[in-house]
């Protein structure tokens, strides 16, 4: 049984919502594919075109979509589809690594169309 999960603008879940964080985007780039190499989330692409991350392992697809919203603030939204059986777990338990992660390496502004 596959479980999907996706972040956006209008999610009334605070983990689902988009994050934004005063960062360029080719900082935060370079910071989720540290990130993804370090976690094991299996790095296989990125594409400066449509500003889009792509990992796969074993256990998950993910791909990380980066919006430019200036010059030094980026918005991140996050698809996740998991191959586990109770994939809505661990694909939650994986977001919240991550959000963590971000928080440490990144000026976190706000979610949503909330961020200031």
Excluded at 78 to 102: P, R, T, V
């Amino acid at each position: 049984m596959r479980s999907t999960i996706e972040t956006n603008e209008r999610a009334i879940n605070n983990l689902l919502k988009t994050h934004y964080y005063r960062i360029d985007y080719r900082r935060l780039k370079k910071i989720i594919i540290e990130m993804a190499e370090k976690m094991n989330l299996g790095f296989k692409s990125s594409n400066d075109d449509y500003h889009e991350i792509i990992c796969e392992n074993n256990d998950q697809f993910m791909s990380f979509r980066i919006t430019m919203i200036s010059i030094e603030e980026t918005a991140l939204d996050i698809f996740m589809d998991s191959y586990k059986a109770f994939g809505g777990f661990h694909n939650s338990s994986i977001l919240k690594q991550i959000y963590a992660y971000l928080m440490k390496e990144c000026s976190f502004v706000g979610l949503a169309l909330n961020r200031k």
